[in-house]
């Protein structure tokens, strides 16, 4: 009798758990807790062989207005008046440089290898005092992190950089060094940061620079111990990777990619394929600047000079592209001009690209300017009888 009634709740307890999973076989991950640090080492396959399980964040979604920050700006007096900018106007979202591209961290990060290898920095001295202030007045923050243009981890780790053919360490057009998108213990180093940072309170990570380079003698790159996959699947897998750890944190996560994906049949020889990024992340970003087309594209005499036509043809292939894909995919942020270029640009240079976004059909941009000056009377004025959404 006895043996009877331990099945049965034996298989009680256990019928639920196949109904969960749908009969799937969950392959269990492998952690070890590192007693020196505290901090789990993960094993990539593993996580890669995870089932589909969908965590929701704990988030309220927003409709993303926002503006980029440099370390120095977030850290510095510089923020308190761009803090009021943003709540003086539509803006509702700061994204905030976590990593930059020059590998060094804004803030003293607790992770070891950061420790060890020299990448932390004082530029943001107190983050979580950062992050109670936006909470605060109710500023949605994204964490920034550079992926694979990682001049300090490079230097630290010459065996996990892009090596050059002729010997020593590849290098771009501006000299610096690229780790190699192939290696998993870079994966790890991006991954456990982005953690670090939905800890302290981020609601959202935003991974740039998730391609190969684009510039400097590509003809002289050996990648070591390279995997035998396509970019494209490289870059969707590190997407996966991240993803799956982040899931448990409750944070969104998005991706940069180049404008040009939006209409590129190829990976344009970066890895970004519109559709497989947009299959591993919340938010695709393409950085839609006019500057940044060549003269002719999309029929247009001088991209540059005709920002509303640029932003609405590049957006354009992008939606019906991952209209596609049904459900199964990312929401379209795109990144917005906010820099002169060959052109100047001014109030309505920027108005013309927030009211393309708009007329594509979507609701959410970023501004981008990498001195953080911004072109405030684009922006539509906070009036007394609205408040910015909910962010948390």
């Known amino acids: 009798m006895r043996k009877k009634t331990f099945f049965l709740i034996l298989s009680l307890c256990i019928l639920p758990l196949f109904i969960l999973n749908g009969c799937e076989e969950v392959q269990p991950v492998s952690v070890e807790l590192d007693e020196r640090n505290g901090y789990d080492v993960i094993n990539i396959n593993d996580f890669l062989k995870q089932p589909k399980l969908k965590i929701e964040p704990q988030w309220k979604p927003v409709k993303v207005k926002g503006i980029y920050l440099t370390g120095w700006s977030a850290g510095s007096k510089r923020f308190d008046f761009l803090l009021e900018k943003v709540k003086e106007t539509e803006l509702n979202a700061m994204v905030i440089d976590i990593k930059d591209a020059t590998g060094r961290i804004t803030f003293q990060s607790k992770i070891p290898l950061a420790i060890d290898i020299g990448a932390n920095s004082d530029k943001i ?31 630290a780790k010459p065996e996990w950089a892009i090596l050059n053919r002729k010997g020593g360490i590849w290098r771009d057009n501006k000299g610096l060094a690229w780790v190699n998108p192939y290696n998993q213990q870079v994966w790890e180093y991006v991954v456990d940061l982005a953690v670090e940072a939905a800890k302290l309170g ?38 996966s990777y991240a993803r799956k750890r982040l899931e448990p944190r409750g944070v969104y996560v998005s991706a940069d990619v180049f404008g040009l994906v939006t209409s590129a049949e190829d990976d344009m020889k970066i890895g970004q394929i519109l559709e497989e990024v947009a299959e591993e ?27 509303y036509e640029t932003v609405f043809q590049s957006l354009k292939h992008a939606v019906e592209r991952l209209g596609k894909l049904g459900t199964n995919r990312a929401i379209i942020r795109p990144w917005l001009q906010d820099f002169s270029l060959g052109y100047r640009y001014g109030i309505e240079e920027v108005k013309a690209q927030i009211q393309a976004t ?14 953080n000056i911004y072109t405030w009377d684009a922006l539509e004025q906070e009036s007394p009888d609205r408040t910015h959404p909910k962010a948390f």
């Not at 107190?126 to 694979?148: S, T």
């Not at 190969?212 to 035998?228: C, H, Q």
């Not at 992340?281 to 540059?304: L, Q």
Request: aromatic residues 14%; contains cysteine; proline residues 8%.
């Open 281 to 307: 992340v919340d938010y695709i970003c393409p950085m839609v600047y006019p500057s940044h087309y060549a003269k002719g594209s999309y029929g247009i005499a001088d991209p540059n000079a005709s920002p």
């Open 125 to 155: 001295t107190d983050m979580k005092q950062l992050l109670n202030v936006l909470h605060e007045n109710n500023i949605y923050p994204i964490a920034r992190i550079v992926v694979f243009k990682d001049p300090v981890l490079a230097r």
């Open 358 to 371: 708009y007329d594509v059909g979507l609701e959410e941009w970023i501004l981008w300017n990498p001195s």
């Open 202 to 239: 981020f609601r959202e990570i935003q991974f740039d620079y998730v391609r190969f380079p684009t510039d400097g003698n590509l003809e002289n790159i050996v990648y070591p111990e390279k995997m035998d996959l396509a970019r494209s699947l490289v870059i969707k897998k590190f997407l």
